[in-house]
């Protein structure tokens, strides 16, 4: 499920917000940050019909040219805070976004409920109950995630920034 609930339009770029739900952890292995943090696929052996999720998330994700970025909010120059990322080769992409643009998203999302803070890893905790019929064999932990897009008016991309629920939560169990 995914649509657009606000759009952008400047003199030359635009931005979009979509919301969608993304996997938190998975039945299958799930990377975030470069280590395995979740895995639950039942086999013969297990017993019961209950897990505990305990997944550590980033609540918030900026990509500039295809690589998650550096952000030092204390770096602000011109009225603009800016994003690095760096390829393998160690080149670097920078886009200076203007704080009114960054202050405007971060508001939005308040006001849908996003849990604003210091942390920029958060805990995700929870005890999951398999209430259905028979057993089941994968589960899956989502969470809401929402998503700013900047486009040039020509249509290239610029960035993405991603705001996670991490209180907004839901589970599939197969």
């Known amino acids: 499920m995914q649509y657009i609930e606000l759009e952008f339009v400047g003199k030359h770029s635009q931005a979009q917000m979509r919301k969608t739900w993304k996997p938190a952890a998975s039945a299958t ?7 395995l943090i ?3 696929e ?4 297990s017993e019961g019909n209950g897990l505990l999720v305990d997944v550590g998330v980033q609540s ?3 990509i500039v040219g295809g690589r998650e970025t550096v952000v030092d909010e204390r770096k602000v120059k011109d009225g603009f805070l800016w994003f690095r990322s760096f390829s393998n080769l160690r080149e670097e992409t920078s886009v200076g976004l203007s704080l009114g643009i960054v202050k405007r ?3 939005k999302k308040e006001r849908a409920g996003w849990l604003v803070g210091n942390e920029k890893k958060v805990r995700v905790k929870r005890a999951e109950e398999y ?7 994968k589960f ?3 969470l809401l995630t929402e998503r700013f897009i ?3 008016m020509n249509g290239n991309l610029i960035l993405t920034h991603d705001f996670k629920h991490t209180h907004q939560t839901r589970s599939k169990w197969e």
Do not use: D, H, P, Q
């Not at 039942?42 to 052996?45: E, R, S």
């Not at 209430?131 to 064999?137: A, D, H, I, T, Y």
């Open 29 to 35: 292995l799930v990377l975030i940050t470069g280590k």
């Open 38 to 40: 979740f895995a639950s």
């Open 42 to 45: 039942k086999n013969g052996c």
């Open 60 to 62: 918030e994700v900026v």
């Open 105 to 107: 998203m971060k508001w």
């Open 131 to 137: 209430g259905g019929l028979g057993e089941w064999k």
């Open 140 to 142: 899956g932990c989502y």
């Open 150 to 152: 900047l486009k040039r």
